[in-house]
């Protein structure tokens, strides 16, 4: 980048050391988001006592019935109460986003941090690895997963899950060889510690803020990832209202009740939108210089 | 320039390889193959299954076929499709042209949305109109493509009837133009922002130079390499065909190809389609990082 010489001594200055700095995030976009997918969670959890009706009866006489009195959010093609899939498919759509970043996330860091910081071909390989993942088109990559392992939730949380190992290795890998060469890295190693030790006394501090804002924004895309498969016929069995699923069968009647679309759309753009703005808040209390 | 291209092409040899040998093997790892597919449709018997997979090469070990596939891949032949028998060369021959056409409006779109939008915002921080086109930005971000692409549907196609809901280029453009978009003004305006603060910059505007010449000459060229990176991507990924968005609008291009190849087992279909993404992926980024070298004399050390 064309400005990395002018960045790097503000860089080092404004290094977020423990005391300095906001205890808590200050920026309304981080508790936007933390608000959102807070009432997200609680829905998902309270599901089964908040949801009025069974997510799966239907009630055929009365398909793609609009929003009433008893049914707030309609009926869908199948005359299944839309407000109680909501609520029920925010437990599967939920698990399955945090779920499998909780598997890449870790695997990913550990594997970049391990290239990162030994270098010499063992780094270059696992990179050049990570190099063909990432021209490697995405969604096929799970397309082709989850054929191979059968539609469920089980086969989409694992092909998220490879398919964000590369984007947390990246991530870390950056961040240790920049960590490492720097002073204070450098002066611990010449007063005898041993590296693994400074790996994971110094850099490791570090280096996890990133994964909390990382974190975030995987969750909003591996959300965007499940929805996508859901969409293309590909995500979790039928018989589970994931909201990609609900969205998937909603479009194919979008023209007689859009409702039944719009509203899983919603419900997904406002959590996936949620877990985007956590990010974006903590980077900045993470990096005030980003602010 | 030239030892760095010298040193940097070769290095897309081995991504090429393992990308070739990872889709063969995927796809021979997914349980049913094309006799089974067509076993089940009713149209053979068992005794033929074995015939076909004869006939198709399927009954020699992985590693043969895939001696064979890459043997006949160097010379151009990319074989047959199992299904409609026809030459993959043709598919593409019809699909590719229409991945390029949506590529290149989606970019478009993107470029005069993203462009003005990312420049004015970096340019006056803080202002309303950086709040607004950041929180434009974000929702154009966290909002998925098909999402977009079946509100888009439902507003222009359904509602307003300005549009047909299929063969016209200029929904899935829109979708995708405005996807990218979002992507392209969050760089371009830290971006801006960051080289904003620059001491020649203060130079430029104390020695009298217009706020609009300082920021057309001296900005922006300066902060142009993330974007060149992210237009990069961009381009790689819509060249490859976008299974979702063309799913959408029923756009018969690469993606669109793609996914149905994969449904019918049709493996020289799917295998030819990843390999002309993976091959369009990596040879934009070329571009992208000898385009870089050009420029930045950094890069080529």
Do not use: C
């Amino acid at each position: 980048m064309a400005t990395i010489a002018m960045r790097r001594p503000a860089a080092a200055a404004a290094r977020p050391k423990r005391g300095a700095g906001p205890r808590w995030p200050r920026s309304p976009q981080f508790w936007a988001g933390s608000a959102i997918v807070a009432i997200a969670t609680a829905a998902a959890l309270l599901a089964p006592l908040l949801a009025p009706y069974d997510p799966l009866v239907q009630d055929t006489y009365a398909r793609y019935a609009g929003p009433s009195a008893q049914h707030l959010l309609g009926l869908d093609e199948l005359g299944r109460d839309v407000l109680s899939r909501l609520l029920h498919g925010a437990r599967i759509t939920l698990r399955t986003g945090i779920t499998s970043i909780a598997i890449a996330m870790p695997a990913g860091a550990l594997l970049g941090a391990w290239a990162g910081f030994r270098r010499g071909w063992l780094d270059a390989a696992i990179m050049r690895v990570l190099d063909v993942q990432l021209a490697y088109p995405g969604i096929l990559l799970a397309l082709v997963l989850i054929v191979t392992l059968g539609a469920s939730q089980r086969s989409v949380i694992i092909a998220l899950a490879i398919g964000y190992v590369p984007y947390f290795a990246r991530i870390i890998r950056g961040a240790v060889m920049r960590e490492a060469s720097l002073d204070y890295v450098l002066a611990a190693e010449a007063l005898g510690q041993r590296r693994w030790m400074m790996l994971l006394r110094h850099i490791g501090p570090n280096v996890a803020g990133l994964l909390v804002v990382h974190g975030s924004f995987a969750v909003s895309g591996a959300m965007v990832a499940e929805s996508s498969l859901s969409f293309l016929g590909l995500g979790v069995s039928p018989s589970d209202p994931s909201w990609g699923r609900m969205l998937s069968e909603g479009t194919q009647a979008v023209y007689i009740a859009p409702h039944v679309a719009v509203i899983p759309i919603a419900a997904l753009s406002l959590v996936i939108l949620g877990w985007f703005l956590i990010g974006e808040g903590s980077r900045e209390w993470l990096d005030p210089r980003r602010g | 320039m030239m030892t760095y291209a010298v040193r940097r092409v070769p290095q897309v040899l081995p991504t090429l390889l393992l990308a070739s040998m990872l889709t063969f093997l995927l796809l021979r790892v997914v349980p049913g193959d094309i006799a089974d597919v067509l076993a089940v449709q009713g149209a053979v018997s068992d005794e033929s299954k074995a015939r076909i997979r004869e006939q198709m090469g399927l009954d020699h070990s992985i590693p043969v076929q895939y001696v064979h596939w890459v043997g006949n891949l160097v010379s151009g032949n990319l074989g047959r499709s199992y299904w409609t028998n026809l030459p993959v060369t043709t598919l593409f021959g019809y699909a590719f042209p229409k991945t390029v056409q949506l590529g290149v409006a989606a970019m478009a779109v993107a470029l005069a949305i993203g462009v003005p939008l990312g420049v004015l915002a970096g340019a006056f921080r803080g202002s309303v109109f950086d709040h607004a086109a950041t929180v434009l930005a974000t929702l154009m971000i966290s909002v998925p493509t098909f999402a977009i692409g079946i509100l888009a549907l439902l507003l222009f196609a359904v509602r307003l009837q300005w549009l047909p809901a299929t063969g016209s280029l200029v929904l899935p453009a829109l979708v995708l133009g405005v996807d990218i978009s979002g992507t392209l003004v969050r760089t371009l305006r830290s971006d801006i922002r960051s080289e904003m603060l620059a001491d020649y910059v203060r130079t430029a505007h104390a020695k009298g130079l217009p706020r609009l010449r300082v920021l057309s000459r001296h900005v922006l060229p300066n902060s142009l390499t993330a974007t060149i990176t992210v237009m990069g991507l961009a381009l790689g990924n819509l060249l490859g065909g976008t299974v979702i968005v063309e799913s959408v609008f029923n756009w018969p291009g690469i993606g669109d190809l793609t996914i149905q190849a994969i449904r019918n087992r049709d493996y020289p279909v799917v295998q030819a389609m990843v390999m002309v993404m993976t091959v369009a992926f990596v040879f934009v980024n070329l571009a992208v990082d000898l385009i870089y070298g050009l420029f930045d004399p950094r890069v080529r050390v």
